[in-house]
C-alpha cells in the first residue's frame, strides 16, 4: 500500500548507492546474497534480546535489496537473479518472527506462528499470482520496473518493515503486534485471492472468445474455398 509511495522517493540514494557499486564492479547477486547473509544474522540477535542490533541489520538488509533491484534494472535483470532474490526475501522475512519465537518462547510462540502463517498467505497468493500473469505477458500499472507482476495489497513490503521495526522497538508488545500485522496479511491475502481469481477468469473468457472468432473465421475460410472449387 506505501510502497508506490515510498519507492520513488528512494531512487536518488538507491541510484547513488547503485552507481559507487556498479564502478567497481559489483553484480546484483551479489548484493542479494550478502544482503540475505547479513539479514539473516538478525535470528540470533533477535533470540538473544539484542533487539536494537537486529533493527540496526533488518534496516541494512531493506536497504541492500533496493539497491540490488537497481542494479539488476542497469545490468541486465535476468529470471536466476528475480528468483534468487525473491526466495531469499522470504526467508528473510519469516526469520524475523521465529527470533521473537526464540527469545520468549511462552509469550511469543503463538502470535510468531500466526504472523508466519499470515506471511505463507501473503507469499503464497503473490507468487501465484506472478507467476501466472508472467504466462499471459500481464504488467503491474503501480510498478512497472518489476521483473514480474508485483501484486500490491495493505501489507507490502514497507509495512512489513514497519512491523519489524515495531517489534523491535517493542520487543515486550511483540504479541500485539503480530496479531494485528498477521490480520492485516490475511485481509491481503484474501483481497489477492479474490482479484486475482478474477482477473485470470476474465483473461480466460477473452482468450476462449477470440480462439471462438478465429474458429469461426477458419470454418468461413473453408466454406468459401469450397464453394470457388
Known amino acids: ?7 520513488p522517493k528512494l531512487r ?4 547513488a548507492i547503485a552507481t559507487y557499486l556498479e564502478h567497481r564492479h559489483v553484480t546484483a547477486n551479489q548484493v542479494t546474497l550478502f544482503g540475505f547473509f547479513i539479514g ?16 540496526i541489520i533488518i534496516l541494512i538488509n531493506r536497504l541492500l535489496d533496493g539497491v540490488d533491484g537497481n542494479l539488476a534494472r542497469r545490468q541486465g535483470a535476468t529470471d536466476a537473479g528475480g528468483f534468487l ?9 519469516s526469520s ?4 521473537f519465537i526464540l527469545a520468549n518462547p511462552t509469550q511469543n510462540a503463538i502470535a510468531g506462528a500466526f504472523l508466519i502463517y499470515a506471511f505463507i498467505g501473503t507469499g503464497s497468493s ?8 508472467g504466462k499471459h505477458q500481464l504488467k503491474s500499472p503501480h510498478y512497472p520496473q518489476k521483473s514480474f507482476y508485483y501484486l500490491s495489497g495493505i501489507t507490502e513490503g514497507t509495512e512489513t518493515l514497519i512491523c519489524f521495526v515495531l517489534c523491535c522497538l517493542f520487543s515486550t508488545d511483540f504479541s500485539v503486534i503480530a496479531y ?5 496479511c490475511w485481509i491481503t491475502t484474501f483481497n489477492r485471492l ?5 482477473t485470470l477468469n476474465k483473461f480466460k473468457k477473452i482468450s476462449n472468445h477470440d480462439n471462438s472468432a478465429c474458429t469461426n473465421r477458419e470454418d468461413r475460410s473453408g466454406v468459401l474455398k469450397k464453394e470457388e472449387s
Open 126 to 133: 503473490f507468487l501465484a499470482f506472478s507467476s501466472l500473469a
Open 85 to 93: 532474490d525473491i526466495g531469499l526475501d522470504f526467508i528473510f522475512y
Open 40 to 55: 539473516i544474522t538478525a535470528l540470533p540477535l533477535l533470540a538473544f534480546h539484542a533487539y536494537f542490533l537486529a533493527l
Open 180 to 184: 494485528i500485522f498477521g490480520a492485516l
Open 194 to 198: 479474490f482479484f486475482g481469481f478474477n
Open 12 to 15: 536518488t540514494p538507491l541510484n
Open 96 to 99: 524475523i518472527p521465529f527470533g
Open 1 to 7: 500500500m506505501l510502497d508506490r509511495h515510498l519507492l
